[in-house]
Nanobody, 121 residues
Framework: QLQASGGGLAQAGGSLRLSCEAS????????MGWYRQCPGKERELVAD???????GYADSVKGRFTISRDNAKNTVYLQMNSLKPEDTAVYYC?????????????????WGQGTQVTVSS
């Protein structure tokens, strides 16, 4: 239901752009976001965005990362600039999404598969 892409290897100071497209019998998507998880650590929120475009960021990425979404394409993006080695993690997209089932919307929270981001110093 959520397909992420765009991870990879970057040098410190470089940039990467992540994309995540939702698919299926979508009725609505309220909030879309990106989380990340480093080995041995808990998954943490990086940024999220509402349907109307209101955004929130973790303090560690403010001013460097930008989240955006294309509601017509059911896609959320994460532009990551000025990357640091500590940004290295598996990044997961997340969505509060209602899908059509049995003739009515069924809301739940969805996770995409992770995409690895590695930043070398």
């Amino acid at each position: 239901q959520l397909q992420a892409s765009g991870g990879g290897l970057a040098q410190a100071g470089g940039s990467l752009r992540l994309s995540c497209e939702a698919s299926g019998s979508i009725f609505s998507i309220a909030v879309m976001g990106w989380y990340r998880q480093c080995p041995g650590k808990e998954r943490e929120l990086v940024a999220d965005i509402t349907y109307g475009g209101s955004t929130g960021y973790a303090d560690s990425v403010k001013g460097r990362f930008t989240i955006s979404r294309d509601n017509a394409k059911n896609t959320v993006y994460l532009q990551m600039n000025s990357l640091k080695p500590e940004d290295t993690a598996v990044y997961y997209c997340n969505a509060d999404m209602a899908t059509m089932g049995w003739g009515k919307p069924s809301p739940r929270n969805y996770w995409g598969q992770g995409t690895q981001v590695t930043v070398s110093s």
